[in-house]
T-cell receptor, first 114, second 114 residues
Framework: GNSVTQMEGPVTLSEEAFLTINCTYT??????LFWYVQYPGEGLQLLLK?????DKGSNKGFEATYRKETTSFHLEKGSVQVSDSAVYFC?????????????FGKGTKLTVNP | DTAVSQTPKYLVTQMGNDKSIKCEQN?????MYWYKQDSKKFLKIMFS???????INETVPNRFSPKSPDKAHLNLHINSLELGDSAVYFC?????????????FGPGTRLTVL
């Protein structure tokens, strides 16, 4: 079946620290991969995505590369800010077309201290 | 301009009651979803509709009944509410058939069953 495993949180960092949140997946076919972010009290927003192997998604200083050989899509940011404090969800969509659902990881809560 | 909106934002009710949550999207998307986020932030698909037709029903109790009067709306009716139904419910929409798989989420409805 399809599943997403991401590192357990919470993660606490100081401002300007380097961030990595690991995400690995299991899927049949060729899924699209996503990172969504949920700020406190808000809904989910798409942070970045990649739809095929070796694609790199990037947004707001965050990056993730679709690695088919390691079935991974790790999220990185070189220098985090307090405003990055949120819950981050890795997700996959099992196909690249059609009405498929998103399968989410359990979320990683990030807290960035000044 | 709100892309995906949900009402109400908060819903507090007694066990055994029947309640509805409404969702509307103005993105012209063909596919709409309901997700449930539990107290540990875990997100799981409940239903998906494409052009008013039910596509996905993920082993959700019969007490939950989605209704899509048109492509832009997907409402969720819950009968005989139980304590375990307390959660945040997110509506999402997506343009089916396109190369992009991005789902756009509403702000969520926090349901508390007492």
């Amino acid at each position: 079946g399809n599943s997403v495993t991401q590192m357990e949180g919470p993660v606490t960092l100081s401002e300007e620290a380097f961030l990595t949140i690991n995400c690995t997946y299991t899927a049949t076919g060729y899924p699209s991969l996503f990172w969504y972010v949920q700020y406190p009290g808000e809904g989910l927003q798409l942070l970045l995505k990649a739809t095929k192997a070796d694609d790199k998604g990037s947004n707001k200083g965050f990056e993730a590369t679709y690695r088919k050989e390691t079935t991974s899509f790790h999220l990185e940011k070189g220098s985090v800010q307090v405003s990055d404090s949120a819950v981050y969800f890795c997700a996959l969509s099992p196909t690249q077309g059609g009405s498929e659902k998103l399968v989410f990881g359990k979320g990683t809560k990030l807290t960035v201290n000044p | 301009d709100t892309a995906v909106s949900q009402t109400p934002k908060y819903l507090v009710t007694q066990m055994g009651n029947d309640k509805s949550i409404k969702c509307e999207q103005n993105l012209g998307h063909d596919t709409m979803y309901w997700y449930k986020q539990d107290s540990k932030k875990f997100l799981k698909i409940m239903f998906s509709y494409n052009n008013k037709e039910l596509i996905i029903n993920e082993t959700v109790p019969n007490r939950f009944s989605p209704k899509s009067p048109d492509k832009a709306h997907l409402n969720l009716h819950i009968n005989s509410l139980e304590l375990g139904d307390s959660a945040v419910y997110f509506c999402a929409s997506r343009k089916a058939g396109g190369r992009t798989d991005t789902q756009y989420f509403g702000p969520g409805t926090r349901l508390t069953v007492l």
